[in-house]
């Protein structure tokens, strides 16, 4: 379904649909290639909102494609960048409606982790931390406060849920279990370095990057593959350095506007969602596109 410049369900029944996700629709093009289509859904606490943010698939394809190309040198990822859309798509009009938030990627087997780095204590792991002075295991200092910054990143996994369940924390040692001992050190090792990459960059340009989320599959020589959607504002929180302080959660660029939004509201947090109202679109709109402009210009 498009309205304007708004994707909220793409259709490409020339294609077999491999699955809808919270955000991507993905495609299977032929045994080893993959389209993901990033469209302009939107959710908040694992439930798909009714409501569409104008072009934010687009910029979220815009970063993803930026980070992708920067970070190679860390880890070769899946992005077909030998394989146009044009030769994959022929209709002018999907072409026209896809041309800017579709990757041709090659297919991978997906690792069943969600590779969290924290540099910043906030969110799951401020209230794991109040509890047990530790997030996933690992044991912080004391006296930490909402927002401080850790002494050094920490790599916490998760499950990876399917839509409308929740990730689980997890220990590095269950992940272990998972993966196997060498794999799983490659992956945390490699999500901290992508994430040191990352902020370093981001900090020149006036963000903060507290927090964010990778994910990993193997390709077909069972080697590492940096896959999904990358260092965008809806994998991480991104603060603006202007506005950090220790004590508060600063105001991001991504979408916990709706959340906070959405609280306010009598909802039970389950399907199906309230619609948002027009200022409340264009301002998450404008939170998205700020950040791309931050991180790309």
Request: charged share 20%; with cysteine.
């Amino acid at each position: 379904m498009t309205t304007n410049t708004v994707l909220f369900e793409s259709q490409l029944p020339q294609f077999t649909l491999v699955h809808r996700g919270k955000v991507r629709d993905l495609y299977q093009i032929d045994t080893n290639i993959l389209l993901i289509v990033t469209t302009d859904r939107l959710s908040a606490f694992d439930v798909v909102l009714p409501t569409a943010i104008p072009k934010k698939g687009e910029i979220l394809t815009s970063i993803s494609n930026f980070w992708l190309k920067q970070t190679r040198a860390i880890i070769n990822n899946q992005l077909q960048s030998s394989i146009a859309l044009s030769d994959i798509i022929n209709q002018a009009d999907d072409y026209q409606q896809l041309k800017n938030r579709a990757m041709v990627v090659k297919k991978c087997q997906p690792l069943p982790v969600e590779a969290i780095v924290r540099g910043f204590l906030v969110g799951s792991g401020w209230h794991d931390y109040q509890e047990t002075r530790s997030v996933c295991g690992i044991q912080l200092p004391e006296n930490l406060q909402l927002a401080s910054q850790l002494p050094q990143a920490i790599y916490t996994p998760s499950t990876k849920a399917a839509v409308g369940a929740h990730d689980q924390n997890i220990s590095f040692e269950t992940t272990i279990d998972l993966l196997g001992l060498p794999l799983a050190s490659q992956v945390r090792d490699i999500s901290i370095k992508l994430y040191q990459f990352a902020f370093k960059y981001a900090w020149q340009r006036g963000i903060i990057i507290a927090d964010t989320k990778f994910e990993f599959g193997l390709d077909e020589n069972q080697q590492l593959v940096l896959i999904d959607e990358v260092l965008t504002p809806d994998s991480s929180r991104f603060w603006p350095k202007t506005q950090y302080q220790v004590g508060i959660s600063p105001p991001s660029f991504d979408k916990q506007f709706i959340r906070d939004y959405l609280l306010q509201l009598a909802w039970d947090k389950k399907p199906p969602a309230p619609e948002l109202p027009d200022h409340i679109v264009e301002k998450t709109a404008g939170k998205y596109q700020e950040a791309k402009d931050k991180l790309l210009n």
